[in-house]
């Protein structure tokens, strides 16, 4: 029997088991729904073992007296030991749901219409996740063989809609159950439903606080203004400072380790369908694009880092006029950063920048607020994009377009942790609403994502020996 | 009898009854003492009746409904109708008196120790405005004339410490009678016990907010860092912007009405024993001087007009990070101004600068947040000025130097409204205390402030041609 043929047939049978787990609301941030987490792991364990897992267990996250919002992990042996050892990564966990009162039917009822699956959850990630239980009976059902061509293993977390706080001690801790060659992502989103498209990277993130400090109070500004230092002046020309005429960030040393953008990746992000207005209608009725010269506004937010002051404060800010020359001065910064640059050494960067940045009369700190997150990429020659891609072209008969994100979760986590490459393959699309009311996922699509898994095991298991070379 | 026999016999009866003026806690900022500012205005007026004014009245403040904190005025009309119009302002109410514990004897109980009277209102200003009652009765003892030879008039502010919210008010409901040829300010202080000086300058003040915003809401950096415009860069921008590498401030036309220092006032603020240092310790230990290039410290703080940030604020100012471009910026600016220059002509500069540094994406507002105060400025060699100096010089048998102060109360408001001249004559220290606890008065240097008072209206008498002209 055809993958195709094996999808169709099981279509309505796999839409009504996604609906079933879609009615536990695993809200990861919400304590009171800790229980019901739990719920979706036990609920999705029993359901891999039912698909033909052998192996599904729960996985409890976070040290002793941290009570756990529990992964998921499962594991397929193929029959040949040697054949690449795949991991897909995905989350059973779902944002909150407020405002309830938006939402056209009850988010944990989940309705099928108009060839829509909604509900929490449908799209971000149970429907992303939950295509692999049917891409992975169609790919059985063609190849008649007992096993699949690779061995797989499942890690599906349940905290990412909180932050992913214990995921990377689970990865340190399981290393060893968790070795692979290569990640496969199901949390990411293609460009359009008529234009299917794989991401390759996302940025990372560090963020740090700096203060400024003048005279030990504030001062009286008739008495004193004009004689001495102003934070808020010197806070003012050191984030001014942060770009130059050009947009380009400042900080000594920012662009060193930034990998270029290949001529063929600017191609490829230039034959995606972007309307610029539409997309600053989204960013807030935003009235213009704006960033560093040289790079189109997709090329600025998911391929090149910036700088970004979060907030700033200092002096009075309440009702009314106080003529003071305040004493402090703060600001929060964050840093999206791109591969391969290192959060550690931005941070070390920024602390140049402001020692350099600081007059006499002004003390300065610098306090790196956030562990950094790592930028992630799989160039789009690589071997287990190239899979990703052939096994996505055969599913949709089109093209795949190349994207990235701008923001990050736990992906360069996994990269880094498990030292394997990443490739990311998913069907969620800004039309599916995901973190807002009324969340849908398009049901076509999610059919034509299990047969892309289908085959992705197939073209993975093709490419062996680049994928194994590095063991 | 000569002015300083008379005032030598008649010491330590003028000290007793300022003593006993001080023991009236006229705080007029504490609703609680409404009444005691009350009783002090009588207490005034009784006591001007009784050194000879022929005319002493309470003056309510403030419109119906409006709770009033009196003014006094007094008037003593001069023989010859065609002398000069003297108009003496100071304020009868007082500072609030904590922290409490750190007196060393109750506040409204003026004691006498080493020379120096102690007490809330010791100095500002009830020492400063009492000297005057025993110098028109020094001046009338040595001219043995029934009247002084200007037509004096008092007027006696008792909201000064909460603002002088209605004294405008009060100067333009009674311009007719505080009609005069000159101000006499006694409310204003000396560079040093032993270094007498006149203060010759009062920077006004503006305050203005500006606000700016780009999104409509709060935008996600990873979605949308590097793609549109962070108001909080172009808010670093605007106020970086606002002063140029020689710290001059780049507000358009912000110079055009300042009336440069003259060679004269240069060289007599060289004059004063200025220790930076210590003024460094003084300004909340700031560890160094900094300002408008191609003037000293005291120049710029008196002199020189400055924009400074008095508060700024936007996107993220709690604990830890969120990594957002804000939707909003904002920031307080105040600006001090020196002679000539005009509130509302700075605040339509600002207008204009805001704009030109406003980019697209980004709307910009500008409110000004306060009425501005004018500032004021004596030319050293105007006649009142230099009848003033003349008397000091009498008193204290030393050059007069002059200072300026770098913020005002309300006698822009007197120069404006009564269309006269200012001459400033007091004798505060920084050693006094002020709005400080164990707030003093040098008692020697109140009696050479009386005596300078009898010589000033012969002084002012004897310029009467010059100072009546304007008439």
Redesign the interface.
Known sequence: MEVREYIDQHAAEFFESLSQWLTIPSISADPDRRADVARSAQWLRDYLLGTGFPVAEVWPTGGPGSEGLPAVYAEWPAADPAAPVVLVYGHHDVQPVEPLEEWDSPPFEPVQRDGLLLGRGASDDKGNVFFHTLGIRASLAASAAPAPPVTLKLLIEGEEESGSLHFADLLRSQRERLRCDVVVVSDTGMWAADVPSMCVGM?G?V?AEVSLR?????????????????P??V?????????DTDGRVTVPGFYDDVRPLSDFERGMIAKLPFDEKE??TE??????????VGFG?LE??WA???A??????????GP????????Q????L?F?LVADQDPAAVIAGLRQYVRDHT?????STVVA??QGVRPCFSPVDSPAVRAGVRSMERAFGKEILFTR????GPEADLAEILQAPLVFVGIGLDADRIHAPNERVDMALLLKAAEAAAYLWDELAATAPELTAGR
């Open positions: 940025r993130v963020a003048g005279a030990e109070r504030d001062l009286h500004s008739g008495s004193f203004g004009g004689g001495v230092p102003n808020l002046h806070l003012a020309d050191l984030l001014s400072g942060l770009h997309w600053l960013a807030g009725n935003s009235g213009a694009a704006a960033g560093e506004t600025r937010i090149r880092p910036t970004e002051v979060n907030g700033m404060w200092g002096g009075h800010t009314g006029g106080k003529t003071i020359i305040p004493a001065a703060h600001a929060k964050s999206r007059p006499p009369g002004i003390e607020t956030e994100e701008g923001g990050s």
